[in-house]
């Protein structure tokens, strides 16, 4: 049983009490960014000719910090399943990790940052051949407009942060086409 208090915006179960608002975010539209993009076309003709990336390969991104609530390991789990269940996208599909360093001090960070690393390795080395990598694995921060850049490049944007309620990732990705 639990006590709610509208007037406060307050819930009250076992003797702990939690207030609870609202918090609404949004992001700039038009973003100003947008005014100084290429087209789509030239976004994707130069983040294929950066990382070598052939025309009919489909992109798909996630870009955020490199911090163990973005799922990040989760990603490259999922795109492991999808190989082995769906081998015919092996060499089809190129998965784009922008993850900026974060908290880089911390050991649990760095630890993170190591995994990833071997991971996407190790995916490379198992489903990659003649100059395709499955997995690409940038540990760098970017500026908003390479960020508006890469997915305007990009065909798919993956978001699965695990414990992140405010995530502007997925608007930015529809608002940047």
Not at 102 to 125: F, I, K, M, V, W
């Amino acid at each position: 049983e639990s006590r709610i208090e509208r007037e406060d915006s307050a819930i009250t179960f076992g003797g702990q009490t939690s207030l609870v608002h609202a918090y609404p975010i949004s992001i700039e539209w038009p973003p100003a960014q947008l005014e100084t993009q290429p087209p789509v076309e030239e976004c994707r003709a130069a983040l294929r000719e950066r990382y070598g990336l052939a025309q009919d390969v489909r992109l798909c991104v996630g870009v955020e910090r490199l911090d163990y609530t973005k799922g990040i390991l989760d990603r490259f789990q999922a795109l492991e399943q999808l190989f082995e269940r769906y081998p015919e996208w092996i060499g089809k599909l190129t998965f784009l990790q922008v993850a900026a360093p974060s908290r880089g001090t911390l050991p649990a960070y760095r630890q993170l940052h190591d995994e990833c690393l071997r991971y996407a390795e190790e995916l490379n080395r198992r489903y990659g051949h003649d100059g395709y990598r499955p997995v690409l694995m940038v540990a760098e921060h970017h500026s908003q407009d390479q960020v508006y850049q890469i997915y305007r490049a990009a065909d798919i944007c993956m978001v699965t942060s695990l414990h992140d309620g405010m995530n502007l990732v997925a608007k930015e990705f529809v608002a940047s086409r």
